[in-house]
């Protein structure tokens, strides 16, 4: 699974803000331009990125496969025609070029998943996002991050009784709409608790954050990102 | 290390209790994703109970706090946490093939909560009739479909057939059933919002 993992690569280094800048840049010019010389050159920016990142193509086009799947599949279903020629290359040709474009921008977003922790996203959403919603923001995907791993295992076990007591027998209607409300119901009596622990701790609108701080290396990844994301115009 | 000078602005009690169930049932969503999920060969998006708990994000948190639910899951997936499909994550997946659904969760809570709590006070949704929460859920389901194929067939060059075919045809029987379950859970009645 793709997920942040602890180095001392050039990425890592970097300010988060920049990395999502290159992300958003890298993006805009892969839709815009869907051609094999702009794809050429685009997928020699995400090998460095990757490299930049330590991430492993392997790996993570595992952890895609099922993304992989579809990107590979439309080609197919766009080429097959029914009755002559059976097999439309041209229109394959151009589905295949704009399911790679898909590939690249999910590989360098891997490169960011994997050098960035959840700290400073976190902090980077609040200094980037101005005011209350940028806070509220900040706050509630840390909690996400927090929360998440508490509620799978709270539908694993809601599944598991299930499971146990025979449920699985039981029709999918009756069996979603189970699952649906006993999750809900816990995650209700978690958020009521939850409420009650921020109020006791005074939560604020204004708390303090991890200092970020762009470095030297920053500013040429910034320059790059500004470059991939004028060229989406070009 | 940074220090704020400035004295501090406590959060307003009822924004915390919605904010708190916010970002717990964001996180719900994406347990249910995980959890749930079941790959399907030959389609992109897999039979997960993502979708439910979109329905009840709407239903249970209103249309302020329903698509803000399903802004902190886009925004946790899009930072890291691997809470979309197959266990993915990134913003790659916010700009890619099915993208589009993803967006769409925003405007089918904010749509579900806006028709069953209106502008007001949150309303408990058991009071509202079987017929209008079925044509509810059907118009968020309608509106899911519609950006996530859009979308499927600009990303990939399909025509809208193909993208039908490869993103909307083999979930509908999976997305009807998800909506009985949720007009189930809201009739069980066993969860007050209010």
Request: proline share 6%; net charge positive; hydrophobic share 55%.
């Amino acid at each position: 699974m793709l997920t942040y993992e602890p180095d001392d690569t050039f990425a890592h280094r970097l300010d988060p803000r920049t990395k999502l800048a290159v992300q958003i840049g890298f993006a805009a010019t892969a839709l815009a331009h869907p051609t094999p010389w702009a794809l050429l050159v685009l997928s020699a920016l995400t090998g460095l990125v990757m490299a930049g990142a330590g991430v492993s193509l392997r790996r993570t086009l595992v952890a895609y496969r099922f993304a992989l799947l579809v990107l590979a599949l439309a080609p197919v279903l766009s080429g097959v025609t029914l009755g002559a020629p059976w097999f439309d290359r041209a229109a394959a040709t151009a589905s295949g070029l704009a399911s790679y474009r898909v590939l690249l921008v999910l590989l360098v977003s891997a490169a960011y998943v994997r050098s960035t922790p959840v700290r400073d996203s976190r902090a980077a959403i609040q200094r980037t996002i101005p005011g209350k919603p940028g806070q509220l923001l900040g706050v509630g995907v840390a909690l996400v991050f927090r929360f998440l791993p508490v509620l799978r295992s709270d539908l694993r076990t809601i599944r598991e009784t299930m499971a146990a007591r025979l449920g699985t027998e039981r029709g999918a209607v009756d069996r979603a709409s189970t699952i649906g409300m006993l999750g809900l119901s816990r995650a209700f009596d978690r958020a009521d608790r939850l409420s009650l622990a921020l109020q006791a701790r005074c939560f604020a609108w204004n708390p303090t954050l991890p200092p970020l701080a762009f470095s030297r290396a920053d500013y040429p990844v910034l320059v790059v990102a500004v470059v991939l994301a004028c060229s989406a115009v070009i | 290390m940074a220090t704020n000078q400035t004295s501090v602005e406590r959060v307003d009690d009822a924004v915390v209790r919605s904010f708190a169930r916010a970002a717990v049932l964001a996180a719900l969503m994406g347990a249910a994703v995980m959890v749930g999920s079941i790959p399907i060969p030959f389609s992109p998006v897999p039979v997960s109970l993502g979708v439910l708990v979109v329905y009840l994000m709407g239903l249970y948190l209103g249309p302020v706090w329903g698509p803000a639910s399903v802004g902190l899951y886009l925004t946790a997936g899009a930072v890291g946490l691997p809470v979309f499909a197959n266990g993915t994550s990134g913003l790659g997946v916010l700009v890619g093939d099915t993208a589009g659904y993803l967006w769409a969760y925003l405007i089918a809570a904010l749509v579900i909560g806006a028709l069953i709590h209106g502008r007001g006070q949150l309303e408990n949704p058991a009071e509202t009739s079987v017929p209008v929460l079925a044509a509810v859920l059907l118009a968020a389901l309608t509106i899911i479909y519609a950006l996530g194929t859009v979308w499927l067939g600009y990303m990939l060059k399909l025509s809208t057939i193909e993208a039908l075919n490869l993103g909307v045809v083999p979930f509908i029987p999976g997305d009807l059933l998800k909506i009985v379950a949720a007009i189930a859970i809201v009739k069980g009645g066993r969860i007050d919002p209010t």
